[in-house]
């Protein structure tokens, strides 16, 4: 069962543009979301994460906001640079053990 | 400076064989992790240690032995190879629990043929 889910497997999106990539959920002890960020034969980067207890988190170009009710989650990239271009995994956690339940991931293609 | 480290970046084995994967972190975290990458891109949690403790087995099969020597270290043995367990393997640090963020290592290709 896939607690965690991305259904889009692929964004393309114009250089200077939002990005928006979207996660949902479905186990409510979820309680700790993250979002990283992967390039080809590289481990998963750190990018931002939020808490339950709020419902945005900023930090410079990258905004995760939270609908507890919706078990939703999204990314905002803001501007968008060929940079971004990579797969992104959201991930949750919930209990003791901190252990992450990952998404299947998003490819970003951020075009010049 | 590398946070997590692990060896060999690749590794190519034939069934039946056992090998090991080493993992070290210089970030003075607590906890460290096993996950598995397959062939659909699917990261799955295998393993968890904090502070040299056993905390998260998941449903992997017996052949597969984490070690954890000490804070820093995290070593994956896996017995008697198969085809399935052809798949990158990621380890992970985090500075503690239950909650934070997991840092990553640069993964290890396995190949088994």
């Known amino acids: 069962d896939q607690q965690v889910k991305q259904n889009s497997p692929s964004l393309s999106v114009q250089e200077g543009r939002i990005s928006i990539l979207n996660c949902d959920y479905t186990n409510s002890m979820f309680d700790y979301f993250l979002w990283y960020k992967k390039y080809p034969a590289e481990g998963p980067t750190f990018l931002i994460s939020i808490s339950s207890i709020k419902d945005k988190n900023e930090d410079g170009r990258f905004t995760v906001f939270l609908n507890k009710s919706a078990k939703h989650l999204s990314l905002h990239i803001v501007p968008s640079q060929p940079g971004d271009s990579a797969v992104y995994f959201c991930a949750a956690s919930g209990g003791a053990t901190n252990k992450l339940i990952f998404g299947t991931g998003t490819l970003l293609a951020v075009q010049p | ?113």
């Open chain 2, 1 to 113: 400076d590398t946070a997590v480290s692990q060896t060999p970046k690749y590794l190519v084995t034939q069934m039946g064989n056992d090998k090991s994967i080493k993992c070290e972190q210089n970030l003075g975290h607590d906890t460290m992790y096993w996950y598995k990458q397959d062939s659909k891109k699917f990261l799955k949690i295998m393993f968890s240690y904090n502070n040299k403790e056993l905390i998260i087995n998941e449903t992997v099969p017996n052949r597969f032995s984490p070690k954890s020597p000490d804070k820093a270290h995290l070593n994956l043995h896996i017995n008697s190879l198969e085809l399935g367990d052809s798949a990158v393997y990621f380890c992970a640090s985090s500075p503690g629990l239950p909650q934070g963020e997991q840092y990553f290592g640069p993964g290890t290709r396995l190949t088994v043929t």
